[in-house]
C-alpha cells in the first residue's frame, strides 16, 4: 500500500480502460467499496476519495487486474506521479516526473548498470549487493518455469543432437541458462562435449566486421575433439576430418553440441551451411547439435520466408526468453535470499505492479494492445538497485511505488 506520509495524486480517468474490458461503472463502484457517485468521479476524471485513496487505488488495480486488464493498461494507475513535499528536495535521486522519453533513450536508461551504494547497503543492512557477482553456483540461477522449460530444451538438444535458437532481449537471461547448462555438465560428468566457435566483433558482413565462417565452425570443433591435431587444408579433406572426429568421439561415448552466440548476426551463407554440420551421421545416429543464442533480430534471420535457408529453419525450435513479469517476486525473493536478505523487509506489496507497470514500453502514440514487457533479469536487477539508492538517499524503509515511479 502507498504510505500515509505520500500525498497520492489523481488517477487517470478510467473510462478508455472500462470501455476496452466491457467493465461497467456500478460493477468497479461495487468492487472498490464506492458509492455510484464516487465512482462516477474516478471513472470520469480519475479522483480518488479523500480519504483511504491508496486502500481504493489498490482495490481498483486488484479488480481491473481480476478482470483481465494488464500492466499496460495500468500503468498510468499503478505509478504515481507526486512525492510527498518533504520528498521533493531529493528530486535528483528520484525525479518525479520525468520527461517523456524514446522507448529507445528509455531502453538503454534501464540498461545502464547500476551499482548499489555503500549507504544503500547500510541503510537495508545487505552485506553485499544481491545484483553483482550474484551468480557462483547453479543454486544461484533462479529457475521460473519457462527459464526450467528452456535448461530442458538445452540439456535436449545437448544430448539428443537437436537444433535450437535461444532468442532473447539483452538482459533476458539467454547466456546465464547456457553457462547454467555447461555446469550442469560438468557438475553431474555427463558425457557432452560443447564446442563454442567466436569471432571477436563478429558482423554479418566484412563491411561491419568479422563474419563468422563454417570453416571456423570446423575449426572450432577439431580443436575441441582434438587439440593437437592440425586442421587440413581443403575443403573436403576437413570436412572429412571432422566428420571422422565426431565418428570417433560418439563412439567413445560423447555427444556434441555447438553454441554460437550473437548467433544474429552470423552471416546468411554460414547459417545455410550449418546443414551439412548438422547431416553428419554415424549410421542412423546424429553426430552433432546446435545451439543458437541470439537477440530478436535471430528471429528475423530465421524467418521461414527466406526461401535459402527454409530447409534448415523448419528443423530449429526456436525459443522466445519470456519476460520476468508473473515470477517477479519470486526472481526478487531468491536474488535477496541468496543475499541474506527479504523481499518483506525491503520491498512494499505495491512497488511489485509498479515495477511491472514501470517495464512496459510503449510506443509512442501506441494502444495498450502494442506494449511489449521488458521485465527481464538484468533490467529489474538495474531498476531495483537504482530504487533501493534513492529510497535510501530520502530516508524511506522500504521501496514502494512512489520510489519506483520516480527512477
Do not use: W
Given at each position: ?12 480517468p ?32 480519475g ?8 486502500e ?7 479488480y ?8 499496460a ?19 535528483e535521486a ?22 548499489l ?19 557462483q553456483?547453479?543454486d544461484?540461477?533462479f529457475a ?7 535448461r ?27 553457462e547454467d ?5 560438468r ?16 558482423e554479418?558482413?566484412?563491411?561491419k ?17 582434438a587439440?593437437?591435431v592440425?586442421m ?6 576437413r570436412?572429412?576430418q ?9 563412439a ?18 554460414t ?17 552433432i ?15 521461414e ?14 525459443i ?38 514501470r ?43 512512489q520510489?519506483?515511479?520516480g527512477?
Amino acid at each position: 500500500m502507498i504510505p500515509a506520509s505520500l500525498s497520492v495524486p489523481v488517477m487517470p480517468p478510467l473510462q478508455p480502460v472500462l470501455a476496452e474490458l466491457g467493465i461497467q461503472s456500478r460493477d468497479l463502484a461495487r468492487a472498490a467499496n464506492l458509492s455510484r457517485s464516487a465512482a462516477s468521479r474516478l471513472v470520469a476524471h480519475g479522483l480518488l476519495p479523500a480519504r483511504r485513496a491508496g486502500e481504493v487505488r489498490q482495490r481498483v488495480v486488484d479488480y481491473l487486474k481480476s478482470r483481465g486488464a494488464s500492466m499496460a493498461h495500468l500503468r498510468e494507475i499503478v505509478l504515481p506521479k507526486k512525492l510527498a513535499p518533504e520528498c521533493l528536495q531529493h528530486a535528483e535521486a528520484a525525479p518525479v516526473n520525468p520527461e517523456p522519453t524514446e522507448p529507445q533513450e528509455e531502453s538503454q536508461m534501464l540498461l545502464r548498470n547500476e551499482t548499489l551504494t555503500p549507504a544503500a547497503k547500510r541503510h537495508f543492512g545487505l552485506a553485499r549487493s544481491p545484483f553483482v557477482d550474484d551468480i557462483q553456483s547453479r543454486d544461484d540461477v533462479f529457475a521460473s518455469q519457462h527459464g526450467r522449460y528452456v535448461r530442458a530444451a538445452l540439456m535436449d538438444a545437448a544430448t539428443h543432437h537437436g537444433f535450437i535458437a535461444i532468442v532473447g532481449e539483452s538482459g533476458s537471461g539467454k547466456s546465464t541458462l547456457r553457462e547454467d547448462l555447461e555446469e550442469r555438465i560438468r557438475e553431474e560428468r555427463k558425457p557432452v562435449i560443447v564446442i563454442k566457435p567466436y569471432v571477436l566483433g563478429m558482423e554479418p558482413n566484412e563491411t561491419k566486421g568479422k563474419p563468422m565462417r563454417v570453416g571456423q565452425i570446423a575449426e572450432a570443433i577439431v580443436h575441441a575433439l582434438a587439440p593437437a591435431v592440425g586442421m587440413k587444408s581443403s575443403p573436403e579433406a576437413r570436412y572429412r576430418q571432422v566428420h571422422d572426429l565426431l565418428k570417433s568421439s560418439r563412439a567413445a561415448g560423447y555427444s556434441h553440441l555447438v553454441v554460437i552466440e550473437e548467433a544474429h548476426r552470423m552471416p546468411l551463407a554460414t547459417l545455410k551451411h550449418l546443414k551439412n554440420l548438422m547431416e553428419l551421421k554415424d549410421g542412423l545416429r546424429r553426430l552433432i547439435g546446435v545451439a543458437l543464442i541470439g537477440q530478436p533480430e535471430l528471429r528475423t534471420l530465421l524467418s521461414e520466408q527466406n526461401p535459402e535457408i527454409r530447409e534448415i529453419v523448419q528443423r530449429c525450435e526456436q525459443i522466445a526468453m519470456e519476460p520476468l513479469d508473473n515470477d517477479l517476486e519470486a526472481y526478487l525473493s531468491h536474488k535477496l535470499e541468496r543475499a541474506g536478505a527479504k523481499l518483506a523487509d525491503l520491498v512494499e506489496p505495491d512497488a511489485l505492479d509498479a515495477i511491472r507497470a514501470r517495464l512496459i514500453s510503449m510506443p509512442r502514440g501506441g494502444r495498450a494492445a502494442d506494449a511489449v514487457s521488458v521485465c527481464y533479469p538484468l533490467v529489474v536487477n538495474n531498476l531495483v538497485c537504482r530504487a533501493l539508492n534513492a529510497a535510501a538517499l530520502v530516508g524511506f524503509p522500504k521501496v514502494d511505488a512512489q520510489v519506483i515511479a520516480g527512477c
